[in-house]
Antibody, heavy 116, light 110 residues
């Protein structure tokens, strides 16, 4: 069974750094891209970017380029989304998903709250 | 604003049929497959329709998808109260080299 299990909720202060994770199981991790999707409170889905776990090649949405970093460790079938300096506006639910079109399996989401 | 345009809300009575539209352009819907996702309250999105009109295993045939030109449509027949959710269309945008979603449509089953 394909599963994407994300790390738990985080509460951070503005300016702090953060890395959240997405652990894949039930398939060959290097076969499919992992995508990250943001959902701000009460809002819709926004595609952030993706990584090819086989070689860690990444592409980003223009809206998120330079604001986040996507990485992966294929030895432990885990993808990451990280921020070097969080802003209050980064408060959102973040989902990882296998593939982009279609995104056929989704993680349960990681809620990130940034507040002073 | 979202790259793809959906109506904010639709509603219908139990047992009835509803359609949700998704409008885009030649760089996205016009030249790429469209998917539809269902997001029940408080849960992660779930793939409902892939490749314009294909239902993944376990998705009932009450759900259907179609595409024409730069627009796509999700149809739901035999509406149930359990279908109340937000529905999103999604595809790839070849000009942006990015995934894109519609703004979402909230379905209310009256």
């Amino acid at each position: 069974e394909v599963q994407l299990v994300q790390s738990g909720a985080e509460v951070k202060k503005p300016g702090e750094s953060l890395r959240i994770s997405c652990k894949a199981s039930g398939y060959s991790f290097t076969t499919y891209w992992i995508n990250w999707v943001r959902q701000m409170p009460g809002k819709g889905l926004e595609w952030m970017g993706r990584i090819d776990p086989s070689d860690s090649y990444t592409t980003y949405s223009p809206s998120f380029q330079g604001h986040v970093t996507i990485s992966a460790d294929k030895s432990i079938s885990t993808a990451y989304l990280q921020w070097s300096s969080l802003k209050v506006s980064d408060t959102a639910m973040y989902y990882c998903a296998r593939r982009a079109n279609p995104a056929d399996y989704w993680g349960q989401g990681t809620l990130v709250t940034v507040s002073s | 604003q979202s790259v793809l345009t959906q109506p904010p809300s639709v509603s219908a009575a139990p047992g009835q049929k509803v359609t949700i539209s998704c409008s885009g352009s030649s760089s996205n819907i016009g030249n790429n497959y469209v998917c539809w996702y269902q997001q029940l309250p408080g849960t992660a999105p779930k793939l409902l329709i892939s490749d314009n009109n294909k239902r993944p295993s376990g998705i009932p045939d009450r759900f259907s998808g179609s595409k024409s030109g730069t627009s796509a449509t999700l149809g739901i027949t035999g509406l149930q109260t359990g279908d109340e959710a937000d529905y999103y269309c999604g595809t790839w945008d070849s000009s942006l080299s990015a995934g894109v979603f519609g703004g979402g449509t909230k379905l209310t089953v009256l």
